[in-house]
């Protein structure tokens, strides 16, 4: 079955330090995503991609990048680990802009 | 700024009762109107979702009522169950998918 999968689940880092969360799908799908999850705030959006080489900033965009090399893979990179970004972290995927986003497991990252 | 406003923040329902989850968008390029469901420890996952060329859309239990000219929309339960017991997020999508802050229901036994 396909699916999409994230690593670590949980991970702590310490402030300044750089962190990579990785995310993987096998539904072939082109277009990925990825939020960060806090109370009172929902979803909000960090990064995305349309497809390969593709990237676009979300609504809370500064100190993260992402990279899209192949269809299955869009890491998220935290350049300088801030407390602030202490958070829950999903990465999803969609077969068309406007549809259905299947979402990963999660990764709960703590920044001290 | 929320593009998306989502109410109310939480719910209690009894057993068998009605839950009433209620949003509203700004943005009227948005085309596609999705709920998604989260349980404790998971990702969300797509619940019920409607275009803007229907005003309501309905599967099993959850019924999406849609407002094109108010900009706003809401998701029903009918004959709620303990199990329905979960975190239920608003989106609205067009060149991205933009969310609301969510609602935590509880359904009491």
């Known amino acids: 079955d396909a699916e999409i999968t994230q690593s670590p689940r949980h991970k702590i880092t310490e402030t300044g330090r750089q962190v990579t969360l990785a995310c993987h799908q096998t539904?072939?799908?082109?277009?990925m995503f990825w939020y960060r999850q806090d109370l009172g705030h929902g979803l909000r959006l960090i990064h995305y991609?349309?497809?390969?080489?593709?990237?676009n900033k979300g609504e809370v965009s500064d100190g993260y990048s992402v990279s899209r090399s192949n269809t299955e893979d869009l890491p998220l990179t935290l350049e300088s680990a801030a407390s602030s970004q202490t958070s829950v972290y999903f990465c999803?995927?969609?077969?068309?802009?406007?549809?259905?986003?299947?979402f990963g497991p999660g990764t709960r990252l703590t920044v001290l | 700024q929320q593009q998306v406003k989502q109410s109310p923040q939480s719910l209690i329902v009894q057993k068998g009762g009605i839950s009433i989850i209620n949003c509203a968008y700004e943005?009227?390029?948005?085309?596609?109107f999705p709920w998604y469901q989260q349980f404790p420890g998971k990702g969300p996952a797509l619940l019920i979702a409607?275009?803007?060329?229907?005003s309501e859309k309905k599967e099993g239990r959850f019924t999406i009522s849609f407002n094109k000219s108010a900009k706003q929309f809401s998701l029903h339960i009918m004959d709620s169950q303990p199990g329905d017991s979960a975190t239920y997020f608003c989106?609205?999508?067009?060149?991205?998918?933009?969310f609301g802050a969510g609602t935590r229901l509880t359904v009491k036994p």
């Open positions: 943005n009227t390029a948005f085309d596609y």
């Open positions: 989106a609205a999508g067009g060149d991205d998918m933009r």
């Open positions: 999803a995927s969609s077969e068309w802009r406007t549809d259905t986003q299947y």
């Open positions: 991609s349309y497809g390969v080489q593709d990237t």
């Open positions: 539904w072939n799908h082109n277009n």
């Open positions: 409607i275009r803007p060329d229907v």
